[in-house]
């Protein structure tokens, strides 16, 4: 009876390490192509946050919306029946924003004080400001690969490297001019 729960009790533990553990695997490479990498390739990532402050210099480039629709068909039950359904499916876009850094931290090779970048961000917040408004926003860093032009390419991180500002907030909604 001692093996039984004795075994029994070293199965549960190691389904739980073997299944139970979330794996921080880095993430495979995207294609813009419909031709994809070999299956061993990642890409990496970079787990900062960057504070970044500065001016907007233009326009805030619109969201872009997808539309579409949803069905939902079904049947069954032991007396019979339908069931039907439809609706929109709605997505919010990324809106991009051109600013001219203030202060940016932690430092970065991607762009210094006094450089004009453009910036992702799905904060729909940012549809609010104007050209002239002082802001503050977190960010990540973005990897960017380009696109594979063969199955099964193999991958090169350094040659086929872009960075950006993606995922950016605006950290207070105060703004000044």
């Given amino acids: 009876m001692k093996n039984k729960t004795f075994f029994f009790t070293l199965l549960i533990l190691l389904s739980f390490l073997l299944f139970g553990c979330d794996v921080d695997s880095a993430p495979r490479p995207v294609s813009d192509s419909d031709q994809s990498y070999v299956l061993d390739a990642e890409i990496p990532v970079d787990d900062n946050v ?37 609706g929109a ?32 961000t799905s904060d729909q917040k940012i549809r609010a400001i104007l050209p002239g408004d002082y802001v503050k926003l977190k960010c990540r860093a973005q990897y960017e690969n380009l696109a594979a032009v063969r199955n099964n390419s193999s991958f090169d991180q350094q040659l086929l490297e872009t960075w950006e500002f993606d995922y950016c907030r605006m950290s207070s909604v105060k703004i000044s001019k």
């Fill in 50 to 86: 960057y504070n970044i402050s500065g001016i907007i210099v233009s326009d805030v480039d619109s969201f872009s919306y997808q539309m579409g629709e949803s069905h939902i068909y079904g049947y069954g039950s032991q007396y019979g029946g339908f069931v039907s359904g439809s």
């Fill in 89 to 120: 499916v709605w997505n919010e876009g990324k809106g991009f924003v051109r600013l001219q850094i203030d202060s940016i931290s932690p430092p970065t090779d991607l762009a210094k004080v006094g450089d004009t970048v453009i910036l992702k």
